[in-house]
């Protein structure tokens, strides 16, 4: 059956973003969206001149504008990349929701549990798909280790190790204003109140949750902030309570000199562990008790999951671009289906949702609650 090639709109992402062309890129990739809208600049001219760098044939000065003029189109679009600073993720999603348009964000959802709670809310009565691209999620191999999971082949879990180290923030690039995305990423005004922790630290929080199925009922955190004349979090580590009893540890940081971009996660159970490390995430290993540690490989672990997500054959790798498309073909499957009114394809629902993303605003206000309280346990609502 002939797939129709889905409509989509960005608001951000324009001249000098990083994470906008990610996005473009990763939309393409398996030929499911065709970018035809955007408001990718609050500045008109810019915002003209980057619609045409990315070739995208109508170019909007206000986001506004843009969800009513797209909704009111017989060719308007289908759905929209919000690919802005955290602060506009919210009145963005809103108004493409109210439009009833489907959505695609970045993490996180929002700057407060209160709006990411009205958004899941928004986006299941208006019965619109909201996707939100934590990416690492889109790896063959970290589905697979959900699937092992799932199976029990680890047996009843008891730690969960989970860090994700960079070093691009050591020094304090945000002065000055060469480096934008330093800028707005340490300016609490546009990135809400949890600077590493949210940009990174909620990546570490959903590949755990996402990979061993359990979310922590309780922890215990600290934030630093170690560059001097910063306005908002650096580093953070957290200790983390299981309701199975289960035991985990986070950590995150941006000033990790040396580091690139080195997200890692450890599991134990009782039967066996796994590990898997983001640079290099065509291996998963899983070392039984007693046992010799087995090296998985992408293309030939034998699951549907992470076949759903592989394109090459062996020994090609896949990563991170492979990874975030994954995200966009789980989106556009399911928005065929809610637009013809089915079910959607099992193999599209490990994608990431609005209410993953309520949970990672959760994980938020408590790590904030426990660590100006001096790192106090603290519960965290909802689990």
Not at 21 to 35: G, N, S, T, W
Not at 269 to 276: D, M, R
């Amino acid at each position: 059956m002939q797939r129709r090639r889905l409509r989509l709109g960005m608001v951000g992402g324009g001249q000098g973003a990083f994470i906008g062309a990610v996005h473009r890129i990763a939309a393409r990739l398996d030929d499911r969206f065709e970018l035809v809208a955007g408001a990718l600049s609050s500045d008109p001219e810019r915002a003209r001149a980057s619609a045409l760098e990315a070739g995208i044939a109508r170019s909007y000065a206000d986001w506004r504008e843009m969800a009513r003029a797209e909704a009111a189109r017989d060719d308007g679009i289908d759905a929209v990349a919000i690919v802005t600073p955290n602060h506009l993720h919210a009145p963005v999603a809103t108004a493409f929701l109210e439009a009833g348009i489907h959505v695609i964000c970045d993490k996180p959802l929002a700057v407060s549990l209160a709006e990411g709670e009205a958004l899941a809310k928004l986006a299941h009565s208006k019965k619109r798909l909201f996707a939100l691209t934590h990416t690492y999620s889109g790896y063959p191999l970290v589905r697979h280790a959900r699937e092992l999971v799932e199976r029990g082949e680890l047996g009843e879990l008891r730690v969960v190790q989970v860090e994700y180290a960079q070093d691009w923030l050591a020094e304090p690039v945000e002065t000055g204003g060469a480096n934008k995305q330093a800028g707005w990423r340490t300016d609490p005004a546009l990135a809400g109140p949890a600077g590493c922790l949210g940009d990174i630290g909620t990546h570490a929080y959903h590949l755990a949750a996402f990979v061993t199925g359990m979310m922590p009922r309780a922890l215990s955190a600290e934030l630093h902030t170690f560059v001097p004349g910063r306005r908002i979090d650096d580093h953070v580590q957290a200790m983390l309570r299981y309701a199975n009893g289960a035991r985990g540890m986070l950590w995150a940081s941006q000033v990790a000199s040396g580091a690139e971009n080195a997200l890692r996660l450890r599991v134990y159970g009782t039967k066996a562990g796994l590990a898997f490390d983001q640079e290099e995430p065509n291996v998963l290993w899983f070392t039984p008790l007693g046992g010799a540690a087995e090296r998985l490989t992408r293309a030939r672990v034998a699951s549907p999951v992470a076949a759903h997500a592989t394109r090459v054959p062996a020994g090609h790798p896949e990563g991170y671009l492979e990874a975030f498309a994954q995200l966009y073909e789980d989106a556009a499957l399911q928005i065929d289906a809610l637009n013809e009114g089915r079910a959607a394809p099992a193999e599209s629902l490990l994608l990431t949702t609005v209410d993953d993303g309520v949970d990672g605003l959760r994980f938020i206000e408590a790590v904030l609650k426990s660590s100006a309280a001096d790192g106090r346990w603290v519960d965290i609502e909802g689990t």
